[in-house]
């Protein structure tokens, strides 16, 4: 039994799990989820994110209808990031595509970052020709914050659900 007081950041983290809007789930991705993740990359995905690992660990799969849809996560290593921000990813597997999982799934991992993180500002770097992601970023509220290496780039405040 756990004592009573206040929880460490994972013990929070691992209570949010899982999240859903009623129509997707946000979970923790399984063992199994890397096939499906792997097997869910093609020429756009590549295109926009690269290769990718050879062992993904994104911070949640996507579920619909009880199937893994795509991935979402985030990082705080990227050197353009300044303090209290944190860069987010994600990923729809082709067959699903056009759903508008992508945003549905952004705007969860905004309230799992609120809720079970400090990071105050997430970001996306985004290629110009990606309109499918630029079209997310406009969705989600995010507000273009310049440029980078030739991709846009946006910010949003986590705390603004």
Known sequence: MRQSGPMSDDELAAALWPMTDGVITLRPPMDEDRVAIIAGRDDESRR????????????????ADGQVVGWVGYDADREWLQPGEVNVGYAVFPAHRGEGYA???LKLLMQHLSEAT???????LIDPENLASLAVARSTQFRSSGEINGSRYFKR???EL
Not at 118 to 124: C, E, G, I, K
């Open 48 to 63: 926009w994110l690269g290769s990718g690992a050879d062992d993904p660990r994104p911070t949640a799969a996507i579920v």
């Open 157 to 159: 405040s986590i705390r």
């Open 103 to 105: 945003s549905r799934a």
């Open 118 to 124: 400090h990071f105050d500002t997430a970001t996306l």
